[in-house]
């Protein structure tokens, strides 16, 4: 007889494609080294909650040499800056990331040229981290205020810009080759589930997510989307059944839609690979889509595994998962039986 609460573990990989599908995808930033060492970027990206705009700001910083609380994010307005796109494709980190840095490389190198010649030392000596600028192999030092203010006085305003193009080509139609996207991404989940056999109630208990995502720039937000996503793939797998009729929803409202809450949401342990894109300046590539794609597949071969039967059908709710038991059950006496 089997018992009431059986657990069991699955897995699922996957693979997804960055960046805009099969067409161009590019984007430009503009950026400045100012009074006070201070930095300006200028990009059209929109924040929607992922916080592509704190990744901007340590990159430029990275790029710069200046302390990352002075740089500044300007205006987004697309009447007023340049091309950065839409907020989806998993595209934010790679296209305008990559923008910026090399806006940001620009600017520096416009910076280090001055410096250089000021100082008399190879322009290739110099780095900048921090808000401090040094000549390399000698004892020369200065803040990047006081640099920027003697680059400026040479004549020379530190400004830059940038632009990144991701390739992708059309899918043939008729063999389906092609190359949709520049960039991939790699991801393996595990999930622990408990399934209630009385009940058909799923609990999952805990969820372990490996995922490649390039270099990291935030490794904190980078675990946030991992997590964001597995939570959404939790409601996928189990709770929230959308329902249309000849293409149009009969689910009205949230009323009864059931969502994920906090009392629903797992232990979740993210792995970050490190694998650079080698297309890219920065490496990075991106991880917000990517993140909920094994999630439900993983759950499911969990609730396989620990009782015995596929759901073929998303949520796998308790009504699914009686069903599935008594029909495995049926079948399995109906074995009994013949013999």
Known sequence: MMQRKMRGRGVAASWYGIARTATVDRAGAWAELDDGGTAKVVTGVTEIGEGILTVLAQIAAEETGVRPEDVTIGDNDT????????????????????????????????????????????????????GVLRAEGTNLAMSMAEAVDICKKRGVVPVGSGHFT???????????????????????????????TVTGEVQVLGIWAAHDIGR??????????????????????????????????TTHGFAKYILPTSLDV??????????????????????????????????????????????????????????ALAEKEAREGGAIAAQ
């Open 166 to 196: 991701s390739h992708g080509t059309g899918l043939d139609p008729v063999d389906g080759s092609g190359r949709p996207w520049q960039a991939y991404v790699f991801g393996t989940q595990v999930a622990e589930v408990e399934v209630d």
């Open 216 to 249: 990291v720039i935030n490794p904190r937000g980078v675990e946030g989307q991992i997590e964001g996503g597995v939570v959404q793939g939790l409601g996928q797998a189990l709770m929230e059944d959308y329902q249309t009729v000849n293409g149009h929803t």
């Open 79 to 130: 009447a007023r800056s340049p091309e950065a796109a839409h907020a989806g494709a998993t595209r934010q980190t790679y296209m305008i990331g990559n923008s910026v840095a090399l806006a940001c490389r620009e600017a520096r190198e416009k910076l280090f040229t001055e410096i250089a010649a000021h100082w008399d030392v190879e322009a290739a000596t110099l780095v900048a981290f921090d």
């Open 266 to 323: 797992p232990e979740i342990t993210s792995v970050l690979v490190e694998d650079p894109d080698p297309l890219s300046p920065l490496g990075a590539k991106g991880i917000g889509e990517p993140a909920l794609v094994p999630t439900a597949p993983a759950i499911m071969n969990a609730i396989h595994d620990a009782i015995g039967v596929r759901i073929k059908s998303l949520p796998a709710s308790p009504e699914k998962v009686l069903a």
